[in-house]
């Protein structure tokens, strides 16, 4: 597909939006004799040939905007980097009364002045940062040790170092797409090799405003070079939002039968969103995009490496340049299936339309590449057009569902354009009012709530105060509530166009034809053929179909995925890279693995027979276990593929000899049959984007502001009502609320998640993107994973409440590689990092199945789970379904906190040695004729009961946890029954029931023939 050139000028233009404002700002201000425009900002436009300058110039004329703009860009492109910069500031910043004051220049003329009384803030001695959703505050102690020079130099140099990798000197031409897109992409990135004041690891959360501390620098220029760029691109200077889905999501990913199959739907769905985003990030760079945030992103930079031209240097540091293992970052699935553009308005519908077309055609293109392979496979490759290329073809027409709208910010008219300010809002309302069910000239939405009314209207102020005129930025809130509800109506208007389809049907899905060379074929049962190109490909390639599979179009293309991305993945890194395989054996065996390999991985000699009998493939290990020697590594990534290999075998008893390998060579006397799978999912994500109130996540507007400034604004407030009028309001939703979601997001699903499930713990990550994630683990690590993730997404872990932010920056202590959460913020590694914060919650479905059990069913039990969890539980809360081998299953919903805590510590209970299972089973017998803990005595009888059982099974130090463990048992017991009338003695029997299960001895890795055991638990895996 080709796309209109940019021109050069809004590439120009978006790089002066970009170093308008230096990166240090925040460090120099009130510091720097010179002023903060005259750091870096000023250095990058005489690198890059802004413009030629002399040394001698009046050092008041060597300021950015009187240098970069005034001076060195044509008056109309200032005019458009103002502009943009004005709606970026007016939509994300707070503003406080400015009182003129009439002053003499040097040269003795009259000038008058705006200042703000009490709203300085020495961000080096007094660094604050602000969570922009909870309003809560961290304290980074000093950063006077970095002198002025210093960080202004560092500053230089990094930026330095990006402009020379590209070879930009003086003057010279050079390529102004790509020197955005390196600074986009690694301006944020310090590295350095010494740490120097830990500048590396506040530089990507530096403020772009020190008094209102809950943005970054990066954020607002992101966002004023959006703006710039889409003002730039159209004749008329106008911009419009765009909002894009792409569909349809749980049935793509749902049509799975094994874990790989589960994996390659939520990563092709995935790689669609981003090819769907390509075209756009082509013509206007990937800031346009406003949601989700794109940089780090490992697919965005290999666009940026490969098709952009990026120096391949610049990414050496990058995690997924360093091998082509299945652990590279490249096999996440990283993207939402929806994204928020800043986007020309004149060129919006065109810029949807390329964006559908552009993923349609690359899907289309992979399917013909899987239809290739499918015949390589099965020798029927005949270089020709054949049946099955067509159905290919047919089959994927109209995939995915692309639906978008887009609203112009034109809807909302200046009447003073200079100042873009004394907004006409007539035709915005209009356009608002169908989708409100009210007249077109009645206020709704955002232009009726209280935040607006205060606002909309200049405030009367004696002693020659002002206050603020807000311009289009600030009704940013407006545009995007009516572009989501645009959205929801072309969604819910979509049409369909029927594919007939007349033969024998995919296996898989049961919806379209399965594909064939010869299209007769299909006119009867493939369990009656054994010629087809499916049978022929099973005896070739039995990881792309199981004995008696016949696939369609898009179940082929979920099936080989792996192959046809663990390909692409070898081409980017220059490595071999084997076929992404995710097993459920694997998990179940997880914990014994990791035993197994630092016991140094004993092999026994019917091992590597079983090895040459069976041909295993290697399958991916948990991320945890390939820190162990890689020669072991390889032995264990066939251990699991050994029970693969053996189950789709003809063998009837092949699977029960393998068995016996496997147990023999862990040494082990019973191998571990069940994993879990957990789908957790941020609540309430629409109402958080949309600020609504009730999420408690639209704090106040004078909780923005630095502790400094608040002292400063309450004292004018004391004196003005309206003014605290405006103080209490919640603040409106801005792009930089939407920015810092999602960066916040896109930390939490591609840093924090992958080191909780994959390094903390013993699990995969099949899918992280944004506030859902679908993960595979262990049973032995369910509980703590469920928690831990729940903790980081807000950003607070109880373990690090007391946590000194001064002390974690400096590195002091064992902090360096572990993972704080505290007031909303993370730290691993270095990197500080915003979460959700406190009033963001989340909800998890679990699951614990045997690996033999149908993936379809596992997968309709899980959603289940999680539907629990948002519905049953009241949000918040988790929900933990356990199928059982034999029958029957156990059900347990609850909130998160004590619940998770009492169940962790009755699992450590029953795990304990000598303590037996029949502490549960025995109060579970007698439990059916106690009355149900409706007042403080059945409370206590209960809890008095459950200890006595609990104490009578239990040996050694266990005995003295027996007590508080009973009444803690009864307290909540009785809590549920006084909560919706529910029957408290079911929820804890089955409580007692699911921490009897998870405690069994298979289920801690530990299981060895010398391992005392109980009757009960050596149950066959019921």
Not at 251 to 266: M, P, V
Not at 361 to 385: I, K
Not at 650 to 667: F, H, I, M, P, S
């Amino acid at each position: 597909m080709t796309h209109p050139t940019t021109p050069d000028n809004v590439w120009h233009t978006k790089i002066a939006a970009r170093i308008h404002d230096p990166a240090e700002k925040a460090l120099v201000l009130m510091r720097d004799p010179a002023g903060h425009e005259n750091g870096t900002s000023l250095a990058l436009s005489r690198l890059m040939g802004l413009r030629n300058y002399s040394e001698t110039d009046d050092a008041d004329q060597r300021t950015l905007s009187a240098l970069l703009f005034k001076a060195s860009l044509p008056t109309g492109m200032y005019k458009t980097v103002q502009r943009a910069d004005w709606w970026a500031a007016a939509a994300d910043r707070p503003q406080w009364p400015m009182q003129a004051l009439d002053v003499t220049t040097k040269t003795g003329q009259e000038v008058t002045l705006k200042v703000a009384p009490g709203s300085q803030v020495r961000f080096s001695s007094q660094p604050v940062l602000i969570h922009p959703l909870t309003g809560q505050q961290i304290d980074l102690g000093q950063l006077k040790d970095t002198e002025v020079a210093d960080i202004k130099e560092r500053s230089l140099d990094h930026h330095l170092g990006l402009l020379k990798s590209l070879g930009i000197q003086g003057d010279q031409p050079h390529d102004m797409r790509r020197t955005l897109l390196a600074l986009w992409r690694f301006a944020p990135e310090l590295s350095e090799e010494q740490d120097n004041g830990t500048l590396g690891a506040l530089w990507h959360q530096l403020p772009a405003d020190t008094r209102v501390p809950d943005h970054s620098i990066w954020d607002h220029l992101d966002l004023t070079s959006a703006f710039a760029g889409a003002f730039a691109a159209d004749p008329q200077q106008e911009v419009a939002l765009l909002t894009v889905s792409l569909g349809p999501v749980q049935s793509f990913i749902a049509a799975a039968r094994s874990t790989s199959d589960l994996w390659a739907g939520s990563h092709l769905l995935s790689r669609l969103a981003w090819e769907c985003m390509r075209p756009l990030c082509e013509a206007l760079g990937p800031d346009a995009v406003l949601f989700p945030r794109l940089r780090g992103i490992p697919q965005v930079d290999l666009w940026l490496r490969d098709q952009m031209h990026l120096p391949a240097d610049l990414f050496k540091d990058c995690e997924w340049q360093k091998g082509a293992t299945d652990a590279n970052p490249l096999f996440s699935a990283a993207l939402p299936n929806r994204f928020v553009a800043v986007v020309p308005a004149s060129q919006a519908q065109a810029i949807a339309q390329q964006c559908e077309q552009a993923v349609r055609e690359w899907l289309q293109s992979t399917g013909q590449d899987v239809v290739n392979r499918l015949l390589d496979a099965a020798g029927l490759n005949t270089g020709a057009e054949q049946h099955c290329h067509q159905q290919m073809r047919e089959q994927l027409a109209g995939f995915p569902e692309v639906h978008w709208a887009t609203v112009p910010f034109s809807l909302i008219h200046p009447r003073n354009a200079d100042k873009q300010n004394n907004l006409d809002t007539t035709q915005l309302s209009a356009a608002m009012a169908p989708f409100f069910g009210v007249s077109p000239d009645q206020p709704s939405g955002f232009l009726s709530s209280p935040a607006w009314q205060v606002l909309k209207d200049d405030m009367a102020w004696d002693n020659k105060t002002t206050f603020w005129s807000p311009n289009p930025g600030t009704l940013y809130p407006a545009v995007f509530d009516l572009a989501e509800r645009a959205l929801a109506a072309a969604k819910a208007s979509r049409t369909f166009s029927q594919l007939p389809q007349h033969g024998w049907r995919c296996s898989l899905t049961g919806e379209s034809e399965w594909l064939t060379t010869d299209p007769a074929q299909l006119q009867k049962s493939y369990r009656q053929q054994k010629d087809t190109l499916w049978a022929k490909v099973h005896q070739a390639k039995k990881s792309w179909a199981k004995a008696g599979e016949h696939l369609g179009g898009l179940s082929a293309l979920k099936r080989l995925w792996p192959t046809v991305f663990a390909d692409q993945v070898s081409q980017a890194t220059g490595k071999a890279c084997g076929r992404f395989v995710v097993s459920t054996h694997t998990m179940a065996l997880a914990s014994h693995l990791e035993q197994w390999l630092a016991s140094g991985a004993p092999a026994q000699q019917d091992f590597s027979q079983a090895c040459k009998d069976l041909d295993p493939e290697s399958v991916a290990l948990p991320r945890r276990l390939m820190r162990h020697d890689q020669n072991h590594v390889a032995d264990a990534k066939v251990l699991p593929g050994l029970l693969e290999a053996a189950r789709d075998s003809d063998d009837e008893t092949a699977y029960a000899e393998t068995q016996k390998v496997v147990r023999n060579t862990l040494g082990l006397d019973k191998l571990e049959t069940y994993y879990s799978l957990i789908m957790m999912d941020g609540d309430r994500m629409g109402a958080i984007l949309s600020g609504d109130t009730a999420t408690h996540t639209a704090i106040p507007y004078r909780d923005s502001f630095h502790p400094n400034v608040q002292k400063g604004f309450d004292a004018q407030a004391d004196q003005h009502k309206a003014l605290k009028a405006y103080g209490d309001q919640p603040r409106a939703i801005s792009p930089n609320r939407h920015l810092a979601i999602s960066g916040a997001l896109n930390d939490f699903s591609q840093i924090v998640v992958r080191h909780v499930v994959e390094q903390e713990h013993l699990g995969r990550v099949i899918y992280a993107g944004g506030d859902d994630v679908l993960a595979m683990l262990p049973t032995a690590d369910l509980l703590n994973t469920m928690q831990r993730l729940r903790h980081a997404y807000s950003g607070s872990a109880p373990q690090d409440a007391q946590t000194d932010w001064g002390m974690v920056r400096d590195r002091q202590g064992d902090v360096r590689e572990q993972l704080v959460l505290n007031k909303g913020f993370a730290w691993l590694n270095g990197r500080l990092m915003r979460m959700m914060g406190e009033h963001a919650t989340a909800s998890t479905g679990a699951i614990v199945a045997h690996h033999q059990a149908p993936l379809g069913a596992v997968l309709q039990e899980l959603r289940a789970a999680e539907k629990r969890a948002k519905n049953e539980g009241g949000r918040n809360a988790f929900s933990i379904t356990i199928v059982k081998r034999s029958g029957g299953a156990l059900y347990l919903t609850e909130k998160w906190g004590e619940p998770v805590d009492l169940l962790q510590d009755l699992i450590g209970f029953l795990r304990a040695d000598g303590t037996s299972s029949r502490a549960v089973f025995n109060s579970l017998e007698w439990m059916r004729d106690l009355p149900e803990p409706t007042d403080s005595a059945t409370t206590e009888m209960l809890a008095s009961l459950l200890a006595y059982q609990l104490d009578r099974q239990a040996k050694g130090s266990a005995n003295a946890q027996a007590p508080e463990l009973a009444q803690r048992l009864a307290q909540l017991c009785a809590a549920q029954v006084r909560r919706q009338e529910r029957k408290g003695l079911n929820w804890l029997a089955n409580f007692m029931g699911v921490a009897e299960f998870l405690a069994r001895e298979t289920r801690t890795g530990y299981t060895t023939a010398n391992t005392h055991t109980t009757t009960e638990s050596t149950e066959a895996n019921a």
